[in-house]
């Protein structure tokens, strides 16, 4: 029987024990609830918790088994010892349910448990992640020089795969792809930056309650657009247009370049610094706004002087969410950019970033022995600690500026 069904079943079991147990306490004192020890409801949760946790946790014991052994039993027997193990917790639970018995502290314990156990899925998830890339980096720099890969200016990963190959430089140096990296998320700040601040200041401080209510959901509309149109913006719009604006100046611009890459994402991460942004700057407490007014402040020294520099730890976040935004962004730069590791300061030429060569080396049949995929992996930490650096340097920009007004 299908596994669809057995979860169906078990949910099924799960609520009937809720509303059993719910029953059971308010039966045990003749419906008086305030005698109950607990509110009737966490004597329900006790009733589910005995019955879901053990048949759930038996289906997937017995799905991990079954995709590492086969079926080792018929499905009919064991949807049916499933369902009795959901049954028999049940039973014991609501034998259990007693006026006195702490159901809320039972309850609280397991959510706390689950808690912690969550906490520590996404703690491991990171740790594991990042050992990853540390034990293939260290695999690509058995076979390239981390003196090379750090410091190299020229990036063509067509290694080999035969002696007699030819066509294959195999220069893996780093430096244009975080130049072009770091070229395009610059645009794309001095974009997003200015354009999402002002809109964020206007949205809170300015507008109307009706014109930030119409104004606010139109301009998070950005963030869900698909980035791939996006790209189709970029590389039919404005690449054309900003080509086009070259040739009348008389100077040369690439049909694929960094200014229409970085532009088109600074538009797309608007939303990234003005939601944000808007959020904490109404969070600012209304007592401040009020007393520099009653100084004699005016609204907009207000805002620079005290809105501002209170809500500045939110906005430096919102900023560097943005800025990782960008600096993860593929798909506009495939689209605009190109795939030429240029080493150029340029903003009008074609240029890529490391994620784009992290997709494009790891697309198609691979051997993850070569120097060309495990490369993949030496950009992917050296882009995890390019972050952590942006992290540990929005970190003490806002502990300096925070004293302040702590």
Not at 223 to 237: E, K, R
């Amino acid at each position: 029987m299908s596994n669809t069904l057995l979860i169906l079943v078990l949910a099924g079991l799960t609520v009937a024990g809720f509303y059993l147990g719910r029953t059971r306490a308010l039966a045990s004192v003749g419906g008086k609830a305030r005698d109950l020890n607990s509110l009737p409801g966490y004597y329900g949760y006790v009733a589910a918790l005995w019955c879901g946790l053990p048949s759930f946790a038996a289906l997937m014991f017995w799905s991990i088994a079954e995709a590492r052994m086969g079926a080792a039993a018929p499905g009919h027997l064991v949807f049916a010892i499933i369902v009795a193990i959901g049954v028999a917790g049940l039973a014991f639970a609501h034998r259990r349910i007693r006026p006195h018995m702490k159901a809320r502290d039972g309850v609280e314990r397991v959510v706390r448990i689950v808690l912690i156990v969550c906490s520590a899925i996404a703690v491991l998830t990171t740790i594991g992640i990042i050992l990853s890339l540390i034990f293939e980096s260290l695999r690509f720099f058995e076979k390239v020089s981390p003196i090379e890969f750090l410091f190299g200016l020229e990036w063509s990963p067509q290694t080999a795969l035969r002696e007699d190959q030819v066509g294959a430089s195999g220069r893996f140096g780093s430096i244009p792809l975080f130049l072009g990296t770091l070229m395009i998320s610059f645009i794309a700040m001095c974009v997003a930056t200015p354009v999402g601040l002002l809109s964020a200041i206007y949205m809170s401080e300015y507008a109307a309650p009706h014109v930030r209510a119409t104004v606010k959901p139109l301009l998070e509309i950005l963030a869900g657009i698909p980035t791939v149109v996006y790209g189709f913006f970029a590389a039919l719009t404005m690449a054309p247009l900003f080509r086009g604006w070259g040739e009348q100046a008389g100077f040369e611009v690439s049909s694929e370049s960094a200014i229409a890459a970085g532009l088109v994402m600074g538009i797309m991460i608007i939303p990234f610094v003005s939601s944000l942004s808007d959020d904490v700057i109404s969070a600012v407490p209304a007592s401040l706004r009020e007393g520099s007014l009653g100084l004699g402040a005016t609204p907009s020294e207000t805002i620079r002087r005290v809105v501002l520099p209170a809500a500045l730890p939110g906005i430096v976040g919102s900023l560097l969410l943005a800025m990782s935004r960008a600096i993860g962004e593929t798909m506009i730069v495939v689209m605009a950019a190109g795939l030429a590791a240029n080493m150029t300061a340029n903003p009008f030429e074609a240029v890529t970033t490391v994620t784009v060569q992290i997709v494009t080396l790891l697309v198609g049949d691979q051997e993850f022995d070569s120097a060309k995929t495990l490369a993949a992996f030496a950009l992917g930490l050296m882009l995890f600690c390019v972050t952590l650096l942006l992290n540990v340097i929005a970190l003490s920009v806002v502990n300096k500026y925070r004293e302040q007004y702590e």
